[in-house]
């Protein structure tokens, strides 16, 4: 069988040949040994070549007579984050974030370290003795170990 372990060896070390600020979203190996490795870029987007590159360094560096299918790709716009990278690469963007306990919050994210993001919402509200509702921005810090999964909000405006 094939080792993921060795799969993300192979990509990181094309990625650090290529230099452009690529990063390893997430690398599975199926027991049929079909092997999927999803990258992105900090800055933009992957380039084919990019794939290419990298899916060539894993191909041939596996052994000759294991079968196995390659599918090096970007991960779709749809799909939640999984790596730090990917929040980083997304301030400024709005995105959902789906909260583990209950309930989302939708806003645009503004700061991410270590242990949190920063998500800014924006709401008209009625405050008290104002007879219009106003416009309340809230910083929101929420922990990564309370986050179930972020997304980014797509928009075609």
Do not use: W
């Not at 929101?140 to 997304?151: G, H, L, V, Y």
């Amino acid at each position: 069988m094939i080792e993921r372990k060795r799969i993300i060896e192979l990509a990181q070390e094309r990625i650090d040949e290529l230099d452009k600020g690529l990063y390893i979203v997430d690398a599975n190996v199926s027991p049929s040994n079909a092997i999927n490795v999803e990258i992105d870029c900090l800055e933009g987007g992957v380039a084919i070549i990019d794939c290419i590159s990298i899916s060539r360094n894993i191909e041939h560096n596996q052994e000759e007579d294991v079968e196995f299918e390659l599918l090096v790709s970007s991960p779709g716009l749809d799909k939640p984050f999984k790596v730090q990278q990917q929040y980083i690469k997304n301030i400024g963007k709005d995105v959902t974030v789906v909260f583990k306990e209950h309930g989302s919050i939708t806003g645009t994210l503004k700061e991410v370290d270590d242990n949190k993001i920063l998500v800014e919402t924006s709401s008209k509200e009625r405050l008290e003795g104002k007879k219009k509702k106003v416009l309340v921005v809230k910083q929101n810090e929420i922990p990564f170990s309370q986050i179930k999964e972020t997304r980014v909000v797509i928009s075609f405006k």
